[in-house]
């Protein structure tokens, strides 16, 4: 299985970060086997579990975010799970309030800021595999 994140490589840092970590905590919350264990140092500290899998962070223009997303979910692969963050999302206070506000929102008007794919390793490098690293 493969991990990979795809953001508009126009944002500025710190829109990215929030991006890959709402991202991350979504695809950790779906999918078991995401997160290793608990491990202990020499010194007996213990450190919580992290990510097992290598997610590589991609970049594309903020117009290619949302048709791959679009054209994702119009694949209806249930090998691949496909999570989007948007800008809906980002200007939300709460989760309620995107609740809402996404009810209101045709998909024609909401921009992604990043998506995640996690899914079978040919698949995802088939899908992903022309597209450049975020730098």
């Known amino acids: 299985m493969k991990c990979v994140m795809i953001v508009n490589e126009n944002l500025p840092r710190g829109i990215i970060a929030n991006t890959t970590a709402a991202l991350g905590i979504s695809i950790a919350?779906?999918?078991?086997?995401?997160?290793?264990?608990?491990?202990?140092?020499?010194?007996?500290r213990i450190h919580e579990s992290i990510t097992n899998v290598p997610i590589p962070i991609l970049a594309l223009p903020v117009n290619d975010v949302k048709v791959l997303y679009d054209n994702l979910l119009e694949l209806n692969d249930e090998d691949l799970k496909v999570i989007g963050f948007n800008d809906v999302a980002q200007n939300s206070h709460h989760y309620e309030e995107y609740e809402a506000r996404l009810l209101q929102t045709a998909k024609d008007n909401i921009n992604y800021l990043g998506i995640c794919r996690y899914g079978p390793k040919k698949k995802i490098n088939r899908l992903t595999g022309s597209m450049k690293m975020l730098r």
């Open 29 to 44: 919350s779906l999918q078991d086997g995401m997160t290793g264990k608990k491990l202990v140092d020499r010194n007996g």
